[in-house]
């Protein structure tokens, strides 16, 4: 199984700016990388659940059953993007796919958040106040009084703690997402002082610079997004025995 370790050498989202260290040739580095997400998106589609049952993990309890079909919806989310930025990324339409890719991310801070909730429930049992947690992470707005709306900035940081530099990947990914310069003159624009002309064209290619850092991003979400998935349904059995719920 490729995983985030595998794919990157370490368990950091620092391991995407490898790519800028010089040591790869540019087309079989960019090949490789290819390669691994297809492998990732073909993981993914083949743990697609069309149905589940309610009762998969327990009759007694309804919380491990809540996350499962949480994690189920994730997934095929993360499928769904997946194969939509993967498309962009072959059409060169590099700033929709980054768009796209910080989606991405913020499905991973939550699926990340989940992941612990989950550890925190099978080391301390049913409380009033786990619970809420976690229908707070499952509906993420202001449904009523007891459902809070979760910031996904603050999960972000979270997760920054275990993925490190999730956040400022994040952080770059949004000057392409807001009407910045980045998004918008820097990436349709160039300039031509000599004969005093801006022409319009794409700029950013999947091959060159941001492109490459934003395609190695892409790598990386959905990598580890696969990889919180298969942590949590390897934890839920474990939930389910737990005699504290």
């Not at 769904?80 to 991405?104: C, G, Q, W, Y």
């Not at 310069?181 to 064209?201: A, F, Q």
């Amino acid at each position: 199984m490729i995983n985030t370790i595998v794919l990157f050498g370490s368990k950091t989202a620092i391991g995407v700016i490898m790519m800028f260290s010089g040591n790869y040739k540019k087309d079989s580095y960019m090949d490789d990388i290819e390669e691994k997400i297809n492998e990732i998106i073909n993981r993914i589609e083949d743990s697609i659940s069309e149905e589940v049952f309610l009762f998969e993990y327990s009759n007694v309890t309804k919380i491990p059953n809540k996350i499962n079909c949480f994690i189920e919806a994730i997934n095929y989310k993360t499928l769904e993007f997946a194969n939509v930025v993967k498309s962009l990324f072959d059409h060169d339409l590099v700033v929709p796919a980054i768009v796209m890719t910080r989606v991405l991310f913020e499905s991973l801070s939550m699926i990340y958040q989940i992941r612990k909730t989950t550890e925190k429930l099978i080391r301390e049992g049913y409380s009033e106040e786990n619970d809420n947690k976690l229908m707070q992470l499952l509906f993420g707005a202001d449904y009523d009084e007891t459902t809070k709306r979760v910031n996904v900035l603050t999960l972000l940081d979270k997760i920054d703690k275990e993925y490190k530099d999730v956040r400022k990947f994040y952080n770059d990914m949004s000057e392409f997402t807001h009407p910045n310069y980045d998004g918008i003159l820097g990436s349709y624009s160039e300039l031509d002082e000599v004969n005093h002309k801006t022409y319009y064209r794409q700029i950013l290619t999947k091959n060159e610079g941001v492109g490459r850092w934003a395609f190695c991003c892409f790598a990386f979400v959905i990598s580890t997004i696969n990889t919180e998935y298969l942590k949590i349904k390897d934890l839920l059995p474990q939930l389910a025995q737990s005699k504290s719920l």
